[in-house]
């Protein structure tokens, strides 16, 4: 709870947070970064990136819940196996998210160039 709360402040904190990608598309790409922001590609990609990293944000509170609810089970073994099952299917999860994320950045990546190019 106090990460959602905490969050906020963090990202008016860090500034203008497209600074560092707009320079390495800026220089990997040899174009101006606000050319980079209206192609569709990028837009499909920057939406694909958020709702995955959510994803991973969701499983990784499932993954703190399970752990807790496992601490607090207080030898029960009903609660205990509940628990574990919570727990690893928050961590297969997390691993689908990460796997996706992995394959989207490479096929994205790979449309990028040959659109560059």
């Known amino acids: 709870m106090t990460v959602l709360l905490v969050a906020p402040f963090f990202y008016a904190l860090a ?67 509940k628990a574990k099952q919570n727990l690893v299917h928050s961590i297969i999860g997390l691993l689908i998210v990460l796997g996706a994320y992995t394959i989207v950045n490479y096929v994205f990546g790979g449309i990028m160039q040959a659109i560059v190019k």
Request: hydrophobic fraction near 50%; charged fraction near 15%; avoid cysteine.
């Open 15 to 81: 500034g203008d947070p497209t600074y560092g990608l707009n320079a390495a598309a800026n220089k990997a790409y040899g174009r101006k970064p606000d050319t980079l922001q209206n192609d569709p590609v990028t837009i499909v990609g920057v939406i694909v990136g958020i709702v995955l990293s959510a994803l991973g944000i969701i499983f990784l509170i499932q993954i703190v819940i399970a752990g807790i609810s496992w601490m607090v089970a207080q030898g029960n073994d009903e609660k205990i196996t």
